[in-house]
């Protein structure tokens, strides 16, 4: 795993070069579909990604957010799940909460995750059994359990929305961050205690953050309280999710449940 590990995380250094060749500069950007904006950077970094992982590793799966899928994924062992641009909204809006993803799954479970900031420099890593590093500083998850203790990391677009109001009196605060998959890697290093988003997300946005949070301690699961498999049919995961350490995220699937 030591080399899929080391061609991922150059792999994503790489495309984050290239995300700030765009960034806060002039690209292309269009709607995939409703507040789901796409630019000409996630097709640039998407495109490298693809040619240096499929390249060097050929019998390996492919799900990426800006590939177009393919069935043929479900009949390989192992498939790199992939977002090349995590956080499109914040890229456009110029805010530093952007992030290259790429996670391997062996059989539906993660065994490898990778987040780069390119911005910050930040370089979240995990693989399965061998902890979770931030530029190679072991992680550690917050180990607070009560909810009105908790600094929650939640989505700037569901806050502006106003789905989190109900929420706000049973939190010590909300911090309303771009990018799911930035947030999950921020849970795992314990800069806040735990995350949750009420809105259904994609396995590419979570997949390598998954990874990394069950390496720091963590735990992630979907609202109806399951673990999350990978490399599933529907990529869409319902209907929403919470991070952080198992007690933590009881208390929150309670507190979802009464508010429900």
């Not at 765009?22 to 097709?43: C, L, M, W």
């Not at 994609?202 to 979907?222: F, P, S, Y």
Request: hydrophobic fraction near 40%; charge should be negative; proline fraction near 5%.
């Amino acid at each position: 795993m030591q080399n899929e590990l080391t061609t991922a995380t150059e792999a994503a250094q790489a495309a984050g070069d290239i995300l700030l060749d765009y960034y806060q500069a002039d690209y292309e950007i269009r709607d995939k579909g409703f507040h789901n904006p796409v630019t000409s950077a996630d097709h640039a970094s998407n495109d490298y990604l693809e040619e240096r992982l499929r390249d060097d590793f050929p019998a390996y799966g492919w799900l990426s957010e800006e590939t177009a899928d393919s069935h043929d994924r479900l009949g390989r062992e192992r498939v790199w799940v992939v977002d090349p641009l995590d956080g499109t909204k914040e890229f456009i809006e110029g805010v530093p909460q952007f992030v290259v993803s790429i996670a391997l799954v062996e059989h539906g479970i993660p065994v490898l995750g990778v987040l780069y900031n390119p911005v910050t420099k930040e370089t979240f890593t995990a693989t399965a059994g061998s902890g979770a590093a931030l530029n190679g500083n072991p992680l550690k998850v917050s180990e607070v359990n009560e909810l009105e203790e908790a600094v929650i990391l939640n989505s700037r677009s569901e806050t502006r929305r106003g789905l989190w109001k109900s929420y706000q009196p049973y939190f010590r605060r909300l911090m309303p961050v771009g990018s799911v998959a930035y947030k999950l890697g921020l849970t795992a290093a314990g800069r806040a205690d735990m995350f949750a988003t009420l809105r259904p997300k994609n396995e590419w946005d979570v997949c390598a953050g998954n990874m990394i949070l069950k390496e720091a301690g963590a735990v992630l699961r979907v609202l109806d309280g399951h673990e999350r498999r990978y490399n599933s049919q529907d990529a869409i995961i319902k209907p929403g999710l919470v991070a952080g350490n198992p007690g933590i995220v009881q208390s929150f699937l309670d507190l979802y449940r009464s508010l429900s």
